[in-house]
């Protein structure tokens, strides 16, 4: 009975593991996140305060309308170009994450399954058919999971792919 529940134990520090490791990942990728959102904060305001010095010096409202302009351009392409890392970073996080849990269910359903296996071949009568349709069960939804990340990879490949084209142009 101690290798029961120590395989279940070994089992339920794996998927703990993978759960820091998550964490871990989402606390990593918030503080990239956050460290653009400070910096473009930061040039944005030290810009505004750049052009309302500007503009209180210029006489001329056609200066004045033109340095406007300016201002709002160079706004507007900083925020494209924090919005693009941003996005990077959530597509780059999808991406690991897509693989970590490709990685937890291919390991975790294979010790899940030898778990399962040594359980219900101590348990007394006939227990085949219930291994054999688990194994079945587990075998459908680690297929049903690749597909889905497979497409999920490539909606996103997709649009990141557009989005870098975009950029280069």
Do not use: C, W
């Not at 503009?55 to 201002?71: C, E, V, W």
């Amino acid at each position: 009975m101690a290798t029961k529940t120590e395989q279940f134990s070994e089992l339920n520090r794996k998927n703990m593991e993978a759960a820091m490791k998550l964490a871990q990942m989402s606390i990593d990728n918030s503080q990239r996140i956050m460290a653009i959102q400070v910096d473009a904060a930061k040039k944005l305001f030290q810009e505004s305060v750049e052009s309302a010095k500007a503009l209180a010096s210029i006489k001329d409202p056609q200066q004045a309308i033109a340095l406007r302009t300016q201002y709002a351009q160079v706004t507007a392409q900083q925020m494209i170009e924090t919005a693009r890392q941003i996005s990077e970073i959530g597509n780059a996080s999808r991406t690991q994450f897509s693989h970590m849990l490709t990685e937890q269910l291919t390991n975790g359903s294979k010790d899940m399954m030898e778990t399962f296996q040594t359980f219900f071949t101590s348990l007394p009568g006939p227990s085949g058919n219930v291994v054999e349709t688990m194994q079945k069960a587990m075998a459908n939804a680690t297929e049903a999971f690749e597909q889905i990340a497979q497409a999920s990879a490539t909606a996103f490949g997709n649009t990141g792919d557009k989005a870098t084209a975009k950029k280069k142009k």
